[in-house]
Nanobody, 116 residues
């Protein structure tokens, strides 16, 4: 089992920045961790992922504005979000995908609201 605890969401004005954190605990092995988001009335979508070795992947809509990073000793993943837009408003979910087990875990979600 893997537990994920997210933090860092909130209300920010357009053009502002936020940083999300996701700390994983439990049986941690080689994995890909990432962030997904779900806006009201829409499907959950990929934001960014990062593998244990550091390979990253971003949705086109956030490239150049968001940066995903990880601290492997702390089993923590970060999402630095800059130049935020109202369309970035959503609940952001942390995801852990075990490369060996194939097990998939989700955090509880953290609300990000971009509004003036």
């Amino acid at each position: 089992q893997v537990q994920l605890v997210e933090s860092g969401g909130g209300l920010v004005q357009p053009g502002g920045s936020l940083r999300l954190s996701c700390a994983a605990s439990g049986r941690i092995f080689r994995n890909v961790m990432g962030w997904y988001r779900q806006a009201p009335g829409k499907q959950r979508e990929l934001v960014a992922t990062i593998a244990s070795g550091g390979t990253t992947n971003y949705a086109d809509s956030v490239k150049g504005r968001f940066t995903i990073s990880r601290d492997n000793p702390k089993n923590t993943v970060y999402l630095q979000m800059n130049s935020l837009k109202p369309e970035d408003t959503a609940v952001y979910y942390c995801n852990y995908n075990g490369l060996l087990s194939g097990n998939n875990y989700w955090g509880q979600g953290t609300q990000v609201t971009v509004s003036s």
